[in-house]
């Protein structure tokens, strides 16, 4: 048994989105409109669960916000996306469930939000009601060092389990550019992927149980065995549900040892087709490096000032043998490249959890965000020319480029970034809101209709969710059965996932 780490103190633990609410937290308005007020009565009885709870308009406003760009736009006039009538803090599961049980029979919406890091406004309570802060739900809970499985309490932040597990000699290997800004339950509730993901994989092969209160207050676990077959796998349902379907207390991941080698490469290639060949080549060996990063012209010379080549930077850790063979085979299949400055991936690693570009952008009125999606190998180069052309024709964008990041034998993650600016008129943030959604409808379709998914890791959200049922076709009809079964009030995040919602559509776009 592991010490558990400090708990953080009760309240939002989540830290503050860069952009400042003009005018300040405490007058905030909701941009989505009228919202599900929470009866008097109804926060008596959250108080009584023993729960930290707080009405405070400052304190809602704050937790009713994440990291989504698009409401970044709107936190320049004041507004936040919905407005929570209640922010309830539980420290155990027993707490959780007595918070959903009075919720459920209230009908109040139901919001979960830990690091609230998410880039597509899940966490947004679009009808108000109660924001479920996860974070005092916060610790390592055991560790079994022979099975090398650890058991988290969702709330804990990515930056303190790995700092805790380097000093026992283990690590998760999931580490998200916001590895500081999000928590565990977030990552599994987004179905997140790491930045070595190609070694360590992403958080659905990392996860092996759950322990989730459902909307009714009765709490399952899942999982409990290695590979068991003992009909579908339930952790995975919960895996990617975005606090639709649950509310996770607890999770069981793989560990492994703390990386003893690690070693660095990096190559210049004619094209970012060819060099994506080559990844494929090197992933569908398999033995994969953990890191293989694969930029377009424009994007390798924006960070590494390499003209017009695309760059492949390549990052191995862990046992020196593994590490050896896979450097190898990397070499050998880049044998005709060209050899780059392996401090290139230095740079790279120096800067890999810096998170203030796209603000600073949106700070001065541009409209930017990224979009990542995956696809199998065959479907990559199409996807990268239609989805950046069809980006490019927008009025007002400036730039439109992408890079691959995360590899696998059947096929990748493109990570586009895309950037406008258009003339305001007078009208505020209407326009920019305008071009924003914009870009999203003809990137996303341009993805889709080439044969790639909505979303590589960063999930549904608000931002994404009309394009939900086209994605999924006719099994988003399953995925409502399952929403009806376990939520039947609709009180878990409504509004997302393109799920029907008993509060109404949500007024986005
Ligand atoms: C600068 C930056 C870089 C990023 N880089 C990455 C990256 O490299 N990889 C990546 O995958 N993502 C990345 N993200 C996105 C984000 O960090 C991830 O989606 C992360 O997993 C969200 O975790 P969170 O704790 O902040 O969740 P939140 O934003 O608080 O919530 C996200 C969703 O999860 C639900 N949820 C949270 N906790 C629970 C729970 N206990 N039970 C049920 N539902 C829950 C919420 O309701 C919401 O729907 C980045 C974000 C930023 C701002």
């Given amino acids: 048994m592991a010490?558990?780490?400090?708990?953080?103190?009760?309240g939002p633990g989540a830290p503050t989105p860069p952009i400042e609410i003009r005018g300040g937290a405490a007058g905030a308005s909701a941009h989505l409109g009228e919202m599900v007020p929470v009866p008097d009565p109804v926060i008596d009885r959250l108080r009584k669960?023993?729960?930290?709870?707080?009405?405070?308009?400052?304190?809602?406003?704050?937790?009713?916000?994440?990291?989504?760009?698009?409401?970044?736009?709107?936190?320049t006039e004041g507004e936040v996306p919905g407005l929570?009538?209640?922010?309830?803090?539980?420290?155990?599961?027993?707490?959780?469930?007595?918070?959903?049980?009075?919720?459920?029979?209230?009908?109040?919406?139901?919001?979960?939000?830990?690091?609230?890091?998410g880039v597509c406004g899940a966490s947004v309570p679009a009808f108000g009601g109660v924001v479920l802060d996860t974070t005092a739900l916060a610790g390592v809970v055991s560790i079994d060092e022979e099975s090398m499985i650890l058991d988290v309490a969702p709330g804990t932040f990515g930056d303190h389990l790995e700092a805790e597990l380097r000093a026992k000699g283990l690590t998760v290997g999931h580490w998200p550019q916001s590895v500081a800004l999000s928590t565990v339950g977030g990552w599994v509730?987004?179905?997140?992927?790491?930045?070595?993901?190609?070694?360590y994989g992403k958080i659905e092969d990392m996860v092996v149980g759950l322990d989730v209160?459902?909307?009714?207050?009765?709490?399952?676990?899942?999982?409990?065995?290695?590979?068991?077959?003992?009909?579908?796998?339930?952790t995975q349902v919960f895996v990617g549900s975005e606090g639709t379907l649950g509310i996770i207390t607890g999770v069981r991941l793989r560990l492994h040892p703390a990386p003893q080698a690690q070693r660095h490469a990096a190559y210049g290639?004619?094209?970012?087709?060819?060099?994506?060949?080559?990844?494929?080549?090197?992933v569908q060996r398999g033995l994969p490096p953990a890191v293989l990063r694969v930029y377009d012209a424009i994007e390798a010379d924006r960070s590494y000032q390499t003209g017009d080549r695309a760059v492949l930077l390549v990052m191995d850790e862990g046992d020196p043998i593994v590490v050896d063979a896979a450097m190898a085979i990397t070499e050998e299949v880049c044998a005709g490249a060209e050899a780059l400055d392996v401090d290139l991936v230095d740079r790279w690693l120096a800067h890999r959890n810096e998170v203030s570009a796209l603000e600073a952008l949106i700070a001065k009125g541009y409209v930017v965000d990224t979009m990542e999606i995956s696809a199998p190998w065959s479907r990559l180069e199409d996807i990268y020319t239609a989805t950046t052309g069809?980006?490019?024709?927008?009025?007002?964008?400036?730039?439109?480029?992408?890079?691959?990041?995360?590899?696998?034998?059947?096929?990748?993650?493109?990570?586009?970034?895309?950037?406008?600016?258009?003339?305001?008129?007078?009208?505020?943030?209407?326009?920019?809101?305008?071009?924003?959604?914009?870009?999203?409808?003809?990137g996303q379709r341009a993805v889709l209709a080439a044969g790639g998914t909505l979303s590589h890791h960063h999930g549904v959200g608000l931002n994404r969710s009309r394009f939900t049922a086209e994605a999924l076709g006719a099994s988003h009809a399953v995925l409502q059965s399952v929403k009806d079964a376990l939520d039947p009030n609709g009180i878990l995040n409504p509004g997302k996932l393109g799920l029907r919602s008993p509060f109404g559509e949500v007024a986005y776009p």
Avoid at 100 to 115: D, F, Q, S, Y
Avoid at 189 to 199: F, V
């Fill in 84 to 117: 929570a009538g209640v922010v309830v803090s539980p420290t155990d599961a027993e707490q959780v469930a007595a918070v959903l049980r009075l919720c459920n029979a209230a009908r109040v919406p139901v919001t979960a939000a830990g690091g609230r890091s």
């Fill in 213 to 234: 209160v459902l909307a009714d207050g009765s709490a399952i676990t899942t999982g409990g065995g290695p590979r068991s077959a003992v009909g579908p796998d339930l």
């Fill in 3 to 10: 010490d558990p780490i400090a708990l953080p103190p009760t």
């Fill in 49 to 75: 669960t023993g729960a930290g709870v707080s009405t405070d308009h400052a304190v809602r406003a704050e937790a009713s916000r994440d990291w989504w760009p698009g409401a970044m736009i709107w936190a």
């Fill in 269 to 282: 290639f004619d094209s970012f087709a060819a060099a994506n060949e080559a990844c494929r080549r090197i």
């Fill in 189 to 199: 509730a987004c179905r997140g992927a790491g930045q070595l993901s190609n070694k």
């Fill in 390 to 442: 069809a980006l490019r024709a927008v009025p007002g964008t400036l730039a439109a480029s992408a890079h691959q990041s995360h590899a696998y034998s059947d096929g990748a993650c493109l990570y586009f970034t895309f950037a406008a600016k258009v003339d305001e008129d007078g009208e505020g943030t209407a326009a920019r809101d305008r071009t924003y959604a914009q870009l999203w409808d003809v």
